[in-house]
């Protein structure tokens, strides 16, 4: 059960011919087509794990939240490069992002900071750009989502939030934030605390390929982080502007919208393009079947009863798999920790 997302409950699917890989917040599963778990992925440096993406070399890319960097392993668990996207020269002129570079290779290669573990780091301090999305690109290179870019303002009403929390004192903002309402007669925005936002960042699809990442897509005025690329053959892809509900159909050559349709007023995340007229898209408890060459809602299907369940992402299962069991719980046991790198559950 996963009714809130954070640390909990599964992320990210990919996989091959032969393999399925889901991601939880630090540890990705490798499953064989019988639904045994045959390896799992975990790296110290890398957490809040959101989208995953194996290419067609069997590079398993990661993308890592907590920290701005992009990793990938191959499938035996080993690091075979990472990007710590702070230090992108062209993404850091182009988006006049202008965070301080505080993690050193060597810190993320040995694991110096677990970042799997909220207790040793400062979340607003390293994440800065949530990165949550990677596919490949089709002429080559990837593809990433920079969800939610921040820049000096932004961070440093982060901070005070942060004090705010640790003081007890936010609970009164939020108290004087729902006076507001009233007397605005607004109702409440379910993806921030206040009614007035001071500072918005940046919601960034980037391009990486030969070393240089390079924005796409830039979208203003962001106080939310967007989540979800999809690509079509016909270069065009597909990006899910989370907050207001709406999915955004663009060229890749260009960045140029081709349209922007509001598709639900709730969170919008996960997205699989399943025809070249239609695409699948997750809608908290909601999978949203949509038309988004006539730009409209064919049907919606709803997964759970619990409403505070999350699609977080979607992808079609081969034939050749068995179907997964109702419970991995139940064959697993539950995690209960790591060993360094391994996860441990407590049948082990």
Request: glycine residues 8%; hydrophobic residues 40%; charged residues 25%.
């Amino acid at each position: 059960p996963n009714p809130r997302g954070g640390f909990r409950g599964a992320k990210g699917i990919t996989g091959n011919a032969d393999l399925i890989l889901i991601s939880s917040a630090s540890c990705i599963y490798v499953y064989d087509k019988q639904w045994n778990l045959v390896n799992t992925i975990s790296h110290p440096s890398c957490s809040g794990v959101h989208e995953i993406h194996l290419d067609s070399e069997n590079r398993l890319w990661v993308t890592s939240t907590r920290n701005d960097i992009l990793f990938a392993f191959d499938l035996n668990g080993e690091l075979l490069e990472f990007n710590y996207l702070r230090k992108e020269k062209v993404l850091r002129e182009n988006l006049d992002w202008n965070r301080p570079i505080i993690i050193t290779d060597s810190m993320i290669e040995s694991g110096k900071i677990d970042f799997r573990d909220p207790r040793t780091h400062e979340i607003a301090k390293y994440d800065a750009a949530h990165l949550n999305s990677v596919v490949s690109h089709p002429d080559g290179g990837l593809l990433i989502s920079l969800g939610l870019v921040v820049g000096g303002k932004f961070w440093g009403l982060i901070q005070i939030k942060y004090w705010l929390l640790k003081l007890g004192l936010w609970k009164f903002v939020v108290a004087f934030n729902r006076l507001l309402l009233r007397m605005m007669r607004r109702s409440k925005d379910m993806h921030s605390d206040l009614v007035v936002q001071p500072a918005k960042g940046k919601s960034v699809v980037a391009r990486m390929n030969d070393g240089v990442v390079e924005p796409v897509l830039v979208l203003e005025g962001q106080h939310v982080p967007s989540h979800s690329i999809i690509t079509a053959p016909d270069g065009t892809a597909f990006y899910l502007n989370t907050a207001p509900g709406d999915l955004i159909h663009f060229r890749l050559d260009t960045g140029k919208i081709i349209s922007q349709t509001h598709v639900t007023d709730k969170f919008l995340r996960g997205a699989y393009l399943l025809s070249d007229e239609v695409i699948l898209l997750g809608s908290q408890s909601t999978l949203i079947y949509f038309d988004f060459v006539q730009c409209e809602v064919l049907d919606r299907i709803e997964l759970s009863d619990n409403k505070l369940e999350n699609v977080f992402d979607i992808k079609e299962l081969p034939e050749s798999f068995s179907l997964p069991p109702k419970s991995f719980e139940a064959i697993l046991g539950k995690p209960i920790g790591f060993d360094g790198h391994k996860p441990l559950f407590e049948n082990s």
